[in-house]
Nanobody, 123 residues
Framework: VQLQASGGGLVQAGGSLRLPCAAPGLTFSTYSVGWFRQAPGKEHVFVAATTRRGSSSHFADSVRGRFAISRDYLKDTMDLQMDNLEPEDTALYYC?????????????????WGQGTLVTVSS
């Protein structure tokens, strides 16, 4: 099963983007989900995560207050809302899912991944 992330693009600093993520073939609502990003030449870095019911979320210090993660249980999708974007947010963004109720920020804890969507923020 591969997750499907979309919504990436080119945006000016201070702008916003919304990244939807779907999981065909997976009952998405039964998994904890998260977002990671990878800048050129660097490793995956944790961005945000939320629980199955969306009752608890965790954000990296670099995005806290600017990014939000939400779930749509009717569509069985989840979104990453990114506001006040900075050039340092430029990266390939991946959505991921894990079978567990505890929030995790380590990429190795997630068993399902999407193909990534590119976000480029110009200064």
């Amino acid at each position: 099963v591969q997750l499907q992330a979309s919504g990436g693009g080119l945006v000016q600093a201070g702008g916003s983007l919304r990244l939807p993520c779907a999981a065909p073939g997976l009952t998405f609502s039964t998994y904890s989900v998260g977002w990671f990003r990878q800048a050129p030449g660097k490793e995956h870095v944790f961005v945000a995560a939320t629980t199955r019911r969306g009752s608890s979320s965790h954000f990296a210090d670099s995005v806290r207050g600017r990014f939000a993660i939400s779930r749509d249980y009717l569509k069985d999708t989840m979104d990453l809302q990114m506001d006040n974007l900075e050039p340092e947010d430029t990266a390939l963004y991946y959505c991921a899912a894990r079978d567990g109720t505890i929030l995790r920020s380590a990429a190795a804890q997630y068993g399902y991944w999407g193909q990534g969507t590119l976000v480029t923020v110009s200064s």
